[in-house]
């Protein structure tokens, strides 16, 4: 029995299936090991980190230790216990996580023992001096056995950081090594499916060309007058045999049926317009894919509104030709839509518009106007401007809206809607990154920057300013008698404290200042271009309106509160890491607090 060539069809259809199933398996396997070692790196990342926790708990049990030692202030003691019992948990946990490696898991139990034998010791001279022996504190302080094991401490914390930020880059190349080769396992893999899909097509081209061949020779014949050229014999599938059946048939009806040829070649000729009609539309279209596809990566790793607009500005004129135009978006917090890009010489308000003056936006559907009087016209455009307005929405939320000057024709409106849903994702995108990138960055109680961006900022403006020789200055403060608050009120209460604290010296220092919440009720001020007697005018502004205020907490009143600063300026023989800076704040902070709080204290070392 002959074979068809449906039966041929589907054969190479289940092969080419069983090929990219076989691709997916291997690409599964690929994403599922890239997946392991990022995990693996992120471990790695929160050993260090609880590591280093640990050790600063550490060094401020010592610090609040010995403040209450050299100054006989019970206050620096008081978060001793807490500190030394945080150390200790971070450090347990730190031995958990490397239960895993044998020689890191040692090392942390070894880190946690000295630990131990120094949070022993570091009681000792303390229950002391809670007693009024403040000699026999300081003597054991001088002994200099404290320092010894903190040295120990210090030394074998930094082999067992070194080894696991080592792990983490190991972890994090061979995560990357991976990520590559799944991406080379893609591009292979649809090279093979490719070459297989070809492949197959030519052999059953191959089946195809000998009954396309005897058929196109009667054909031939046929047209060449041979009015009795038939097709004869077997032709190798049912569809041919048909096919020639078919001919035959015809051949035979075509004596009673020249008559009607020239309509039949004009009906060829008419089908063959519209083939080659549809292919330069098809590869059209591809070329526009093609170019959205580059415009679309592009849009995806933009980082800023700048990078975002250019993209926007270069690949849009390119998509539409002759078509200005705007893009806008969407903000939130103002309820409008702001100009992100605009192209063609169209002008565009600075300010935006609000959502109900576009029609687009108000039916949640594309709006035209493509003839003046036609239809009702938007509130942002022109009273009798030709165009169109087309809505960027993601979820039934609004994105933007992409704004066009003049008529959409029929081909254009295909290139639109791809660019839309490119633009709409690539909008969601960035949006997202922004809200995640804000999310590591800021304190989530009082909305100030966290420590971690503190701290990375203050190294770029110790560089700036040793390249520029400007000055740089730096405020350590903290809320006089917060734990009243927290024991008097209750932690809600103390949270409400913090926030009204944070938002009056949000809204009291410049723009330029960075305000972060160092941690606990203390707080950090980066202040550019400025000194610290500069500086210190403002801070007294900050000093007398903070105050000043009168915190509520649900129907009761908190009381006044008040802060203590400590302000220094960075000088060329200090750190550029910005640790000798905050320590000289940090001084100053506490000879303020000496000194009966309430107060500024500018550092005595020298600027």
Not at 35 to 58: K, M, N, P, R
Not at 109 to 131: G, W
Not at 167 to 191: K, Y
């Amino acid at each position: 029995m002959l074979s068809s060539l449906s039966a041929r069809i589907a054969a190479i259809g289940l092969v080419v299936l069983i090929a990219l199933a076989s691709l997916a398996g291997l690409l599964v396997d690929a994403s599922r090991q890239t997946s392991q070692s990022f995990e693996w790196a992120g471990h790695s990342a929160e050993v260090i980190e609880t590591t280093e926790a640990a050790l600063g708990d550490l060094r401020e049990a010592e610090s609040g230790q010995r403040g209450f030692i050299i100054t006989r202030n019970p206050a620096y003691a008081r978060s001793f216990a807490e500190r030394v019992e945080s150390s200790a948990r971070n450090i347990a946990v730190a031995v958990r996580q490397t239960a895993d490696n044998p020689l890191q898991h040692a090392r942390a139990r070894e880190i946690a023992t000295l630990m131990a034998q120094r949070a022993v010791f570091l009681r000792q001279p303390l229950v002391l001096a809670r007693r009024g022996d403040f000699a026999g504190a300081v003597a054991i302080v001088a002994s200099g056995r404290g320092r010894e094991l903190m040295d120990a401490i210090s030394v074998r914390a930094t082999g067992f950081l070194d080894e696991e930020r080592a792990l983490q880059t190991s972890r994090q190349d061979a995560a990357d090594r991976r990520l590559a080769g799944g991406r080379r396992l893609a591009i292979i893999g649809a090279v093979v499916v490719a070459l297989l899909v070809v492949g197959s097509f030519a052999l059953l081209i191959r089946g195809i060309r000998r009954p396309l061949a005897t058929m196109m020779r009667a054909m031939t014949a046929l047209g060449g007058g041979e009015q009795d050229a038939r097709i004869e014999g077997r032709m190798g599938s049912e569809e041919f045999d048909r096919l020639a059946r078919g001919y035959n048939a015809m051949a035979e009806r075509l004596r009673t049926a020249v008559a009607d040829r020239a309509d039949s070649e004009r009906q060829l000729q008419t089908a063959n317009a519209e083939l080659h009609r549809n292919s330069e539309t098809l590869r059209e279209r591809g070329s526009v894919i093609e170019l959205l596809g580059g415009m679309s990566h592009r849009m995806q790793a933009a980082r800023t509104d700048d990078e975002l607009a250019q993209i926007i500005k270069v690949f849009v004129p390119r998509v539409l030709p002759n078509l200005p135009g705007a893009l806008y978006a969407h903000n939130n917090s103002r309820n409008c839509l702001v100009p992100i890009a605009s192209w063609g010489g169209t002008a565009v308000a600075a300010e935006g518009f609000a959502p109900e003056r576009c029609w687009a936006l108000r039916r949640g559907q594309s709006h035209s106007v493509v003839e003046a009087g036609r239809d009702i016209v938007c509130g942002h455009v022109g009273a009798d401007e030709l165009y169109h307005c087309e809505p960027l929405l993601a979820g039934g939320e609004v994105i933007g809206v992409l704004y066009l000057q003049g008529r959409i024709e029929d081909e254009n409106r295909f290139r639109m809607a791809v660019l839309t849903e490119n633009i709409a994702s690539a909008l969601v995108n960035h949006r997202l990154q922004r809200s995640l990138r804000e999310q590591t960055i800021r304190d989530p109680l009082t909305g100030l920057f966290n420590r971690r961006y503190m701290e990375e900022t203050l190294k770029l403006e110790i560089a700036r300013a040793a390249r520029a020789g400007t000055p740089l200055s730096l405020v350590m403060c903290d809320i006089d008698h917060f734990k009243r608050f927290n024991d008097e009120f209750g932690h809600d209460a103390g949270d409400a404290v913090l926030q009204h604290v944070a938002a009056e010296m949000r809204g009291r220092f410049r723009d330029g200042d960075v305000v972060c919440r160092f941690g606990g009720e203390e707080f950090t001020i980066i202040a550019p271009g400025t000194t610290a007697d500069a500086l210190a005018g403002r801070v007294e502004i900050v000093r007398r309106a903070i105050a000043e205020l009168s915190v509520r907490h649900g129907s009761r009143s908190l009381g006044s509160t008040s802060m203590s600063f400590g302000i220094a300026t960075w000088s060329e023989p200090m750190a550029r890491d910005g640790s000798t800076l905050i320590q000289a704040a940090d001084v100053a902070l506490y000879q303020s607090k000496r000194e009966g709080r309430n107060r500024a204290t500018i550092s005595l070392v020298a600027a």
